[in-house]
């Protein structure tokens, strides 16, 4: 699976709202903001803690060490913090769209639309918070309302590069990559970043311009050469280019710099099977489940390594868990179909290519005209 790497909209408070700290609290704040801005986040932690035992009134502190918690991906302390934020003070905007993020990263979409209609609603035209929005529509696969936030947001801000590389990122799902490219341009023609050159690289990759997205991931692992999610697209892009020894050597490396990161196992396992190591393969496919028992992917191609070594039961077994993940998926409907053709479960096997067809295979056509006549 390729990956894409989200740009958020955050904001950080620096403004006294209502009511600020004490004079020691605010300096603490204030530390704590300039470290976090460098990237220092267990630093600025440490600021925003001793601001808030000076003052634990302090609502602005609280909101900034949940920015901190979000960045550290502690995402359920990040949202803790912005509630107490709320609690104390429920009148600032920012407050709710900064909560917002913490719901998506916590796959809570349907309550982060709702804190950025809050949002909106205490701050008419706040472009960060149709920006968040537009990014939770876009996790909700609502593409047409993301697109349509994220315009809104670059109304109200046109130098908002995160709404700009959003909302090529929703034109992407709905495959209109030339649009996404166009987006994607502007976002890095306002701020270059390694994310932008990653979204970028992925469309060109869906566009078969595999010249320009392989620039564009270099480019990416330039800008930040610890970027797990880069080396992981270009290693797809090598697979699919056919050269498995590189596209092996970018998966190890994104591994090597993220252990949990269960897309770059599955794909990794791909490069193993398609050079016949299907042991290895496995294994991977096997880790790629323990860190994410719902990806079903991985569940279909473990399931296709254990039908190239005649072990049908098992890979039945993995084909029959890949359709409970993801009921409609043709390509696993028109695996198990070979497989329970293999066992003599002919009438089973032709309905399953039967639903492969009709959920867009078309591959599994020419089995019904040969095995199911």
Not at 134 to 142: P, V
Request: hydrophobic share 35%; aromatic share 12%; with cysteine.
């Amino acid at each position: 699976m390729k990956t894409i790497l989200r740009a958020l909209c955050l904001l950080f408070l620096l403004v006294c709202i209502n009511r600020c700290g004490n004079i020691q609290s605010v300096s603490y704040n204030t530390s704590g903001l300039s470290k976090m801005n460098k990237g220092k986040y267990l630093e600025a932690l440490n600021d925003f803690n001793k601001a808030l035992e000076l003052d634990p009134e302090y609502v602005l502190a609280y909101n900034n060490r949940g920015l901190t918690f979000y960045y550290l991906n502690r995402f359920t302390e990040a949202l803790s913090e912005f509630n107490i934020s709320i609690s104390k003070n429920p009148k600032i905007p920012e407050v709710y769209s900064n909560r917002a993020l913490a719901r998506i990263s916590l796959e809570q979409y349907q309550e982060a639309i709702e804190d950025c209609n809050t949002s909106l609603e205490l701050k008419p035209g706040y472009a960060n918070a149709y920006c968040n929005r537009g990014l939770a529509r876009y996790h909700s696969k609502e593409f047409q309302k993301s697109v349509a936030d994220l315009t809104r947001a670059i109304e109200f801000d046109p130098d908002l590069s995160e709404a700009w590389n959003n909302r090529g990122l929703s034109y992407s799902s709905l495959k209109k990559y030339d649009k996404a490219i166009a987006d994607f341009n502007h976002a890095l023609e306002l701020q270059q970043s390694a994310g932008g050159y990653n979204n970028r690289g992925l469309a060109y990759h869906e566009l078969e311009e595999f010249d320009k997205a392989i620039a564009d991931y270099d480019r990416a692992i330039e800008a930040d050469t610890n970027f797990a999610q880069a080396y992981c697209n270009r290693g797809m892009l090598h697979s699919d280019l056919e050269d498995y020894q590189a596209a092996y050597n970018d998966y190890t490396k994104a591994i090597a710099l993220d252990s949990n990161f269960a897309d770059a196992y599955c794909n990794r396992g791909l490069a193993f099977y398609y050079n016949d190591e299907l042991e290895d393969a496995i294994e991977d496919y096997t880790i790629a489940i323990e860190l994410k028992p719902t990806f079903s992917t991985a569940f279909c191609n473990r399931g296709l390594a254990y039908d190239d070594m005649d072990e049908n039961e098992l890979a039945l077994n993995d084909y029959n868990t890949a359709l409970r993940l993801a009921p409609n998926d043709g390509v696993t409907l028109n695996n198990r179909a070979f497989v329970k053709h293999e066992l003599g479960q002919t009438t089973q096997a032709c309905e399953d290519w039967k639903n492969a067809v009709k959920h867009g295979y078309k591959k599994s056509e020419e089995a019904l005209k040969l095995y199911c006549k």
